[in-house]
């Protein structure tokens, strides 16, 4: 399938269309959806966070919507899953089966299945994204993209887990379409593309208390020129579907997961150190769910996805459970998500819009990551293509009676 010809085809002969379109009729007749990716979400951090009131904004979208466990693969890791996320098949179907494949960064042109952004695109809706991860080089799109995780630049020659600027991205365009990185650099600045590389053990070793400082306030930096990013994009660019995404929390959640003496790993000098670092990613996550909730009106729709939770060491996995198979510099990792069996570490969804449940759960781990897409294009009317593996979670809907129903 030549999918990659198609979206450029549509993004040329679409994009007459609808701007014909959106000058000859309501604007509001396409169903508006902001999707927030975050990576690496643990329900069991942000549990206790929402009993103690510190996430505010996420309770108020479990409020007015549904939420639940989302079953991830096996082995999780963030190119993985989100490829796995936006194109409904399997990593050995679509191609990005990790970090690296066959030695190479992940990137798009290793893609073999065609994501969600170029079906929508061609069925007119106008599509937005910002810092989703695997998205680089960026690809046509009805509307704009820039690329996240995975993006290849200075300091960051093999993109991997690392934050290249925008203006020292390399290898590959960073936005598209490109006439709008200039305006990105004058209205927004010249912000970091996915978070912070994470520190070695020999920067590490005698400076812990002054290293985890000084990294979790660039962390915090990168935070606020995203935020900034995402406000500018919802006020100046505002499309029918907007994915936006987030990466520092499973960044800091790899080595200052809030572990105790009886984990694995445990090294009093790092651990006991700044021990809310990881829960407080969360918090802050919280503030940039704000800004964006103010773009969302009630008949927009919000839907929070993560691609896999994150958890202490544990057996079974490999003969050095500190060797993370995709974090693989030195940094003292003490917790991870890429376990062979991926029900150790489910991703997560919140949903909410016009037609959705009211503070319902979604039980056990019935919906998966592969039913992301066939329910985002079931809100936009499109049928779900044969290659897709999931199902529209049609639970979420209020008196799911009509073909979503049919569907199952
Ligand atoms: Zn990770």
Redesign the pocket.
Known sequence: MDFRRLSLLASVFLLPICSYAQEHSAPQAKPRVIMVGV??MELDIIRPLLLKGQMPNLSSVIERGAYGKLRTVSGP??PRVYTTLFTGTKPEEHGVTGFLVGGITANTHMLKEEPIWSMLSKGGITVGMANVPATFPVMPVNGYMISGMLTRGKNCEDGV?CAPKLSEVTGGDAVYPRSMREELLKNVGDFYIDCERMPSAADLKGHEAEVIDHWLGKVQTIRDQQTKLFDYLLTSHPTNFTFLAQSCE??T??WLYPITPFNVGYNAGINSVRQSAFPDQYAAFDKVLGTILKHADENTYVVIVSD?G?KPLREFEEKDPHA?A??EKTTPVIA???FADGDDVPGSVFIMGPGIKHDFRLMGLDASVYDIAPTLLHIYGIEQPKQMRGRVLAEVFEGHDNKVAAKN
Do not use: A, E, S, V
Request: hydrophobic share 10%; charged share 30%.
């Open positions: 990576n690496g890791n963030c887990l499973d960044r959640g790899h896999h994150i993370h995709d974090h991870k998500h890429d």
